[in-house]
């Protein structure tokens, strides 16, 4: 088959997509499938570290010029491709596959509508309820958008049963949404050889910095947790806000704003702390507490979305509500070490429910029936 698969981020970026993407492109190739990859990037160029062409469409430009060339390269390589692999960049994604009448699959991670409207400060409402509520005519007509690409796709992708029953509310039939649970693929660890904090104990978040993320509440915790520092991998429009919240505090010393870093990095950081936590009260299906199970630290995550069906509280690691079950979680797992054992014994079992052969193979089945 001659797939398209198209992006928003890729390497050197990082986030799930950027993850993912290079991955299942990679295992598409090794198959025996055409693979092509189009994204926007901040780098431009070839790049020969991977084995199928990766087309980059540079980030820092304006808008429409960016769209634009987008939707070019989207037609010119779509004559081509037996499906389009939409993960990203989904507007275009859908006037493409329009016009050249090629099927799309699209990977559902979240929902579009709901974070331009909380961080543009149209709505205050959470994920689940932004789902049922109507909302002022401009939140209407990001519904409206979102609804249109989801409905023209073939067939949706979503990572979790939450998001599942999120895609069913947008109008899409069931019949035409498939949950394949993400994997972890493992990477060699870079190594950190000094800690990047004059304290005992690390706990490590990895973060867009975004409002629904929770940090500054993380950064609230540390006043309760002697000698302990907070390792900040991500970055995003929250971080001069996160960065005065730490001096208001008094916790400057105690916190380490990494920014983005390469996965490899990013698991080494994580592998040189006590605890992940992961406070986020929106989230689809986080890859990343996979990476925090694969590295063996305890997890603490909020319960909200896709989570439960990774954590089950106490066993492969602890579920929180709030700030106060927040700290008390932090405080247990760095204090009751045979808590923290039990919890990264049963987490590193768990994982062999996320293999990365079942993602693959079933990711490409529904591209192939689609064909």
């Not at 915790?221 to 991998?233: K, S």
Request: a positive charge; charged letters at 25%.
């Amino acid at each position: 088959m001659r797939i398209l698969i198209v992006t928003g981020i890729f390497p050197p970026d990082i986030g799930g997509p950027a993850t993912y993407v290079p991955a299942i492109g990679r295992y598409l190739a090794g198959a025996g499938h055409q693979v092509s990859v189009i994204t926007w990037s901040r780098i431009v160029g070839e790049d020969p570290q991977y084995s199928f062409p990766v087309i980059r469409i540079p980030r820092y430009q304006n808008r429409l010029v960016r769209s634009l060339q987008t939707l070019a390269a989207l037609v010119r390589l779509g004559r081509e491709a037996d499906v389009v692999f939409a993960n990203g960049l989904t507007f275009e994604s859908t006037v493409a596959s329009s016009i050249l009448r090629r099927p799309m699959i699209l990977k559902v991670v979240g929902d579009w509508a709901w974070e331009r409207a909380f961080l543009r400060k149209w709505t205050a409402a959470d994920f689940s309820h932004f789902q049922r509520e109507k909302g002022a005519l401009r939140i209407r007509l990001l519904k409206k958008i979102r609804n249109w690409w989801a409905r023209a796709a073939d067939r949706i992708i979503v990572p979790s049963c939450f998001l599942a029953d999120c895609v069913r509310q947008w109008g899409v039939p069931a019949e035409r949404i498939k949950v394949v649970y993400n994997s972890f693929d493992p990477l060699p660890l870079a190594s950190f050889h000094s800690d990047p904090l004059p304290v005992s104990r690390n706990v490590v978040t990895v973060a867009r910095l975004v409002p629904w993320k929770g940090v500054d509440d993380i950064i609230r915790c540390l006043r309760h947790l002697e000698d302990v520092g907070l390792v900040v991998v991500g970055s995003g429009p929250d971080e001069p806000a996160l960065r005065r919240l730490a001096r208001s505090l008094g916790l400057q010393e105690r916190i380490f704003f990494a920014g983005s870093r390469s996965r490899p990095e990013t698991l080494g950081l994580m592998k040189a702390c006590q605890a992940f936590v992961l406070n986020s009260s929106y989230e689809g299906f986080p890859h990343v507490i996979l990476e925090a199970m694969s590295v063996g630290i305890p997890v603490i995550a909020r319960s909200a979305g896709g989570v439960p069906e990774i954590i089950q509280d106490g066993h492969n690691g602890l579920l929180i509500t709030d700030t106060e079950s927040l700290c008390r979680g932090l405080s247990s797992v760095l204090q009751d070490k045979t808590l923290s054992k039990r919890l990264t014994r049963n987490a590193s079992e768990d994982l062999r429910r996320f293999r990365w052969e079942s993602m693959y193979e079933q990711t490409e089945a529904i591209l192939c029936r689609d064909s």
